[in-house]
C-alpha cells in the first residue's frame, strides 16, 4: 500500500520594500493558496519596509485569513514590515535575523524646497502615519514598554531574543521548510 503524499502548504517569500506591487502580489498568492485548499502558509520575510499604507493594507488582509499563517524572519524585519510580521499566527525569527524601528520621516529627495504650509502638512501626515501603527500594536496587545520602544527617536534594532521578550516572536529556531508538503511557492520582490 502506498502512503500519498499530501502538498497542502503554500509559501511565499517576501523580500525588499514593501509598496502597492508587492502588496498585491501578497494578497494574490496567500488568497490563490487559501482557495486551493492549502492548509497553511508560510511567509519567509527579509524587508526593511517601505508603504505605511501597503503595510497596514497587509497586515489588515493576513489578519483576516482563517488559515494558519506562519512567518519567519530570515534577515531583517524593519519599519512597517514590523506590523506585516505581528500579523501572522505563529512568528518564528531566525538565529541570526534582526528587528529594527525608526522615527517616522519623509524623503523629500535632492535640494527640494518646502513651504511652511508644506511642512505642517508632511509634519501631520507623520504623525498621523504613527498612530495608525500605534493602534495595531495597541490591538495586538503589546505592555506600553514595548509600544515605548518600537517608536524611538534614533534607529533601534532588536535581536531575536529582545524580540521574544516582547513577544514579538514565539520562538527562536532555524528556518524550517516542509519540502514534502509544499504545493507552491512564490517570491514578492519589492
Partial sequence: ?????????????????I?????????????????????SII????????SIDA????YNF????????????????????IPIFMACKTRYACPSSKFMHHEYNWSLGDNKTITIAQATQYKQTLELEHRR??????????????ISDLFPKENTYYSPEKALEYGLVHEIRPLEIPINRI????????
Avoid at 502506498?2 to 525588499?16: E, F, H, L, N, P
Wanted: proline share 1%.
Fill in 1 to 17: 500500500m502506498q502512503t500519498a503524499i499530501i502538498k497542502d502548504i503554500g509559501i511565499v517569500s517576501i523580500s525588499g520594500n
Fill in 19 to 39: 509598496h502597492a506591487a508587492s502588496q498585491s502580489g501578497l494578497i494574490d498568492m496567500s488568497l490563490t493558496y487559501a482557495y486551493e485548499g492549502c492548509s
Fill in 43 to 50: 511567509y519567509l520575510m527579509n524587508s526593511w519596509g517601505g
Fill in 55 to 58: 503595510g497596514i493594507s497587509i
Fill in 62 to 81: 493576513l489578519k483576516s485569513l482563517t488559515i494558519p499563517t506562519i512567518v519567519y524572519n530570515i534577515g531583517t524585519i524593519e519599519s512597517i514590515a
Fill in 133 to 146: 501603527v500605534e493602534m495595531i500594536v495597541r490591538a495586538e496587545g503589546y505592555d506600553e514598554q514595548f
Fill in 183 to 190: 504545493y507552491g511557492w512564490r517570491t514578492i520582490a519589492g
